[in-house]
């Protein structure tokens, strides 16, 4: 396979310019790319064989990533800045065709040989032919639109399809007969398991390699900053939790003993910076007398460090429940911050699920446990937040004192139901610190039965849409 140089990519500006225009794109998706880590990845380049595309992935990767959850974006747009091929590209697999009348094989595509050239390609786990097949593929069948006359008699281009391709290869029902295939006298279930997942994996990263070929093919005719908008995967702490699914509500909840250790380093140089205390004035007048009034030695007055105790009020309706149930995780790992933490969720009633997240506790399906074991609905089982904070003053009100941080947590989104604004003052009274955290983008708040620019009235709203943002409300209001 020729892989074609980097230099070959971006003729007017040269292979510096080609850096610059890449480490831009990664800029423009939220991945900090500074200048030192730039001239460390121009001298990658200086020092790589740029033929050899996986050493050079490798080595960008190391010069200019510097955090977890990155790489995705990154190798989404290093496919795109310094592709495998250009065009056609070539490859040593042929396009088995039908017959035409001549009696030679420049027909339609054989898509039942072609099968089978993916079946022998599968079951024997030729990585670097599997591609090439895939290039050929997406190049004879992956085409959703035939070239015709486009606009004023110009030839139009053809619009690649992953789905056309997967569709006529159907790699998935492959499996069966490569299974039939490998199948040898004696295997035991576990054999068959193992190899049978094997099987699965390869069909996986073909389906892969045919998406990444139609993204690059169309990244050629259409720009690769257009492709890049709309592929390029959103780095875990830029998801937002309102719109995220379930594997990236999985990965978020990964990032949860990272992003807790990072935010309790930062705490901890907080720590040192302020332990002296505040100037104490008084002090350091009656030391400067004995140096004819000049201040050269300050006192400052003692600190008395505290670990407040902590309540959480949440909501954990809907699509609200992702984002509760990621900042009860992320407080659950920063626990040792605090001298108390105690949990309530809410959804009509209110009711204490503190047991949950004791530490020791298995946090694996633990909102099923939430919405299962504990109190939260009366009538209808949609949000009432008013029921809800009147429910906790009434039964739960004796968790709130002087030296409580009260951290609310939900949308503000009452139903059209009184929003009871008394009972949240009321809360926000007796405690040291209350502050609501919004899943909801901050122009949202107020809209339909939004009560948000409401409550923002009674205690500090901040908007939490994304782990990014949450990490910056929780590092300022963490206490020192």
Not at 279 to 307: E, I, N
């Amino acid at each position: 396979m020729t892989i074609p140089p980097a230099t070959a990519l971006a003729p007017e500006h040269g292979l510096p310019g080609h850096l610059v225009d890449f480490v831009s794109a990664l800029r423009r998706h939220h991945v900090a790319v500074g200048p030192g880590e730039t001239v460390d990845a121009a001298r990658v380049l200086g020092a790589l064989d740029l033929l050899h595309r996986d050493q050079l992935r490798e080595g960008l990767a190391a010069a200019l990533l510097r955090r977890s959850g990155q790489r995705g974006t990154f190798d989404a747009l290093f496919d795109l800045w310094f592709p495998p091929a250009l065009g056609a590209g070539s490859s040593d697999v042929d396009v088995p065709r039908i017959d035409d009348e001549s009696g030679e094989g420049t027909g339609p595509v054989d898509v039942d040989a072609l099968r089978e050239i993916l079946a022998d390609l599968l079951r024997d786990g030729d990585e670097e032919t599997l591609r090439e097949l895939a290039r050929a593929a997406v190049d004879a069948i992956g085409t959703s639109g035939a070239a015709g006359q486009g606009v004023r008699g110009q030839t139009a281009k053809p619009n690649w399809s992953a789905y056309q391709a997967l569709g006529a290869l159907s790699p998935d029902t492959l499996l069966a007969r490569i299974l039939d295939g490998l199948r040898e006298e004696g295997d035991t279930d576990f054999v068959s398991e193992v190899r049978r997942r094997e099987i699965r994996d390869r069909i996986a990263r073909f389906r892969d390699v045919v998406r990444e070929e139609v993204r690059r093919r169309t990244a050629e005719q259409r720009g690769r900053e257009q492709i890049a908008r709309t592929t390029t995967p959103t780095q875990t702490d830029q998801v937002d939790f309102l719109t995220a699914n379930a594997t990236q509500l999985a990965d978020l909840r990964r990032t949860v003993q990272p992003l807790a250790r990072r935010l309790a380093s930062r705490l901890s140089a907080r720590r040192r910076r302020s332990n002296r205390g505040r100037l104490d004035l008084r002090r350091t007048l009656r030391r400067s007398m004995s140096t004819g009034g000049v201040p050269m030695d300050p006192a400052h007055k003692v600190r008395r460090p505290g670990r407040p105790e902590l309540v959480l009020l949440c909501d954990v309706s809907g699509s609200v429940a992702g984002f509760s149930h990621f900042t009860l995780l992320l407080v659950q790992a920063l626990r040792e911050q605090f001298s108390k933490v105690r949990v309530f969720a809410f959804i009509e009633r209110t009711d204490e699920v503190t047991h949950l997240f004791e530490p020791g506790a298995e946090l694996s399906g633990v909102m099923q446990r939430v919405l299962r074991e504990a109190t939260l609905t009366a009538f209808d089982g949609h949000s009432d937040y008013g029921s809800a904070f009147g429910d906790f003053l009434e039964h739960h009100g004796d968790a709130l004192t002087p030296k409580t941080s009260l951290l609310v947590l939900g949308d503000g989104r009452t139903n059209y139901r009184d929003p009871n604004l008394r009972a949240l003052a009321m809360m926000a009274g007796r405690v040291r610190h209350a502050h609501w955290l919004n899943p909801e983008p901050e122009r949202s708040w107020g809209s339909g039965d939004s009560a948000a620019t409401r409550y923002g009235e009674v205690l500090p709203m901040h908007e939490c849409r994304t782990a990014a943002q949450l990490t910056d409300v929780v590092q300022a209001l963490l206490p020192v």
